[in-house]
């Protein structure tokens, strides 16, 4: 049968011999073949099922279409979206159209948020309203402060992050469509838009503001208002650094260094932590408790947690002269390499660059780092070493700890300094999401079971442990050890124990 598109794909299914065409969409830069068409090929099969009255079996006929498995989202798109251009393969990285290098020279932070959020660069009138809104929007309420307080002295600061994002939907129930109702953002009329743009200013202008009370309470200092006429990153780095001195103004190279990584980190696509404030987002929940999903996913050493590997990675390096011993270690499986190789980009990050030219600028400033020399040696061993050429494993942007390390900043918080940036591409692909034309459609994949058949209940004097019991540590709850006050109570009776 011939196909009636050549836009198509055809499938014959060797099972049955039965042939079926798939539509191939066709865009500017990609094609693709929805998932949803392999449901319709189907295939009969005999399964065994448990008679009703529970007494014997029977075979049944049934159909079933194919599922397709992608672990790790290798090849699944699971949106159209107009934010973000990568093309890996060339090392090209674009914001609405715009080169990344071009932006990074020549605008701001905030201006390529309004970018990424409203898909055009502002006007001046534009830009100084939604500069306004912003700042404006950047003070947190004092009941706040308590939040902070409540946790340890040595708490992470992205576990501070994430939780805080999460409590700020309680202050506002306009944003909540669980209150307010489910099309709360989705009916695109004014006051739908504006109430939306609202939680965006709210978003945004709050990020800084939390993760300095999240890094000043580490300190055991008071916090601090953000302060007005200070650029984003200004305001930013006065309310971390501020002690109470008179007109007190951030370095300018600092805060332009900043600023640039801040543009550079505010958007990459369905990254995982993008992924993952979108999924949540699809269930129609708050704005601030998708945006702390995507914290505690961007908190992960694959993630957002990379820069600080990175670090953690040269200094057990040490000097330039362990570079050549420490990459035939990562050869051997010995050590891990980070810093190098990414999901999408299979040439160098276009970032890096960028990075290199900002690091030079902080260095002439701060003074160099002495891991710079050590990660140097390392980049360019690894370039022209085959084995990692081969494997497509370039420098990547993880490689800014170093200017984070030189301006100050503990490891710990590296991680902050790349989620504040990105809660701009966090609520533009919400927005994007909510105003979808087709509607908001909750995300719920499909899974391959691999489990057990349907079996009988035993009651517990009956059952046995199975073959791998006591070999297999993953088969059984694990014994934990026990010290102190644990061990003693573990050892004493009282009323209500249970008995072990």
């Known amino acids: 049968m011939a196909p009636t598109s050549k836009d198509s794909l055809t499938v014959i299914d ?60 290798l090849n699944t798109a699971v949106i159209q979206s ?27 932070f905030l201006e390529t948020a309004y970018l990424l959020i409203w898909g055009e660069l502002p006007t001046k009138n534009q830009f100084e309203r939604f500069h306004s809104e912003v700042m404006n929007h950047s003070t947190m309420h004092v ?62 202008g709050k990020a800084p503001t939390l993760a300095a009370m999240a890094y000043r309470v580490r300190q055991g200092r008071h916090f601090i208002t953000p302060p007005p006429g200070l650029s984003y990153t200004g305001s930013f780095l ?20 900043l600023d640039i990584l801040f543009l550079l980190h505010a958007d990459h696509e369905l990254n995982a932590s993008t992924t993952t404030v979108l999924q949540a987002a699809s269930s129609l929940t708050d704005p601030y408790s998708a945006i702390a999903t995507g914290c505690a996913s961007l908190y992960g050493p694959l993630h957002g947690g990379a820069n600080e590997a990175v670090i953690r990675m040269l200094i057990s390096i040490g000097t330039p002269d362990k570079v050549p011993e420490f990459l035939e270690k990562v050869k051997r499986r010995e050590k891990m390499l980070s810093g190098f190789g990414h999901r999408v980009y299979k040439t160098t990050d276009p970032r890096s660059y ?32 085959e084995y990692f050429v081969k494997r497509n494993l370039y420098p990547n ?13 503990p490891l710990d918080f590296f991680p ?45 004097d009956l059952r046995q442990a199975g073959e791998s019991d006591g070999q297999d540590p993953t088969s ?25």
């Open 14 to 73: 060797n099972r049955n011999g039965k042939q079926y065409e798939i539509p191939i969409s066709v865009t500017q830069h990609d094609t693709s073949i929805p998932a949803s068409a392999f449901k319709d090929i189907v295939h009969v099969r005999s399964t065994t099922i448990r008679e009703k009255d529970g007494k014997g079996v029977k075979q049944q006929q049934e159909k079933q279409g194919l599922r397709i498995t992608d672990r790790g989202f």
């Open 82 to 108: 107009n934010i973000t251009f990568i093309d890996g393969d060339k090392g090209i990285l674009r914001y609405r159209g715009y080169p990344i290098e071009q932006l990074a020279e020549k605008s701001s």
């Open 143 to 204: 009941d706040a402060e308590e939040i902070f307080r409540s946790f340890r002295y040595d708490a992470h600061p992205m576990s501070i992050l994430t939780s805080v994002f999460a409590a700020l939907g309680s202050y506002y129930p306009e944003a909540n469509p669980s209150l307010q109702g489910q099309n709360l953002f989705t009916q695109k009329d004014l006051a739908s838009i504006q109430n939306m743009d609202k939680q965006i200013y709210r978003l945004i």
């Open 238 to 257: 006065y309310q971390m650094d501020c002690l109470g001195q008179q007109e007190y103004k951030p370095n300018p190279v600092l805060e332009r260094a």
């Open 354 to 385: 960028i990075i290199r030219k900002t690091a030079d600028e902080v260095f002439k400033v701060t003074g160099k780092d002495p891991l710079v020399e050590t990660a140097m040696r390392l980049h360019d061993l690894a370039l022209k070493d």
């Open 397 to 409: 942007v993880d490689f800014c700890g170093l200017i984070y390390r030189a301006m100050g900043f």
């Open 416 to 460: 902050v300094l790349f989620a504040v940036p990105r809660v701009v591409g966090w609520v533009a692909h919400w927005r994007q999401m909510m105003l979808s034309p087709e509607g908001v459609k909750i995300w719920r994949p499909r899974q391959i079971y691999l489990g057990p058949g349907e079996r009988d209940y035993q009651p517990i």
């Open 476 to 500: 059984a709850p694990t014994a934990v050890f026990h010290s102190g006050q644990s061990k003693r109570t573990h050892l004493a009776t009282f009323i209500g124990k249970a008995k072990l």
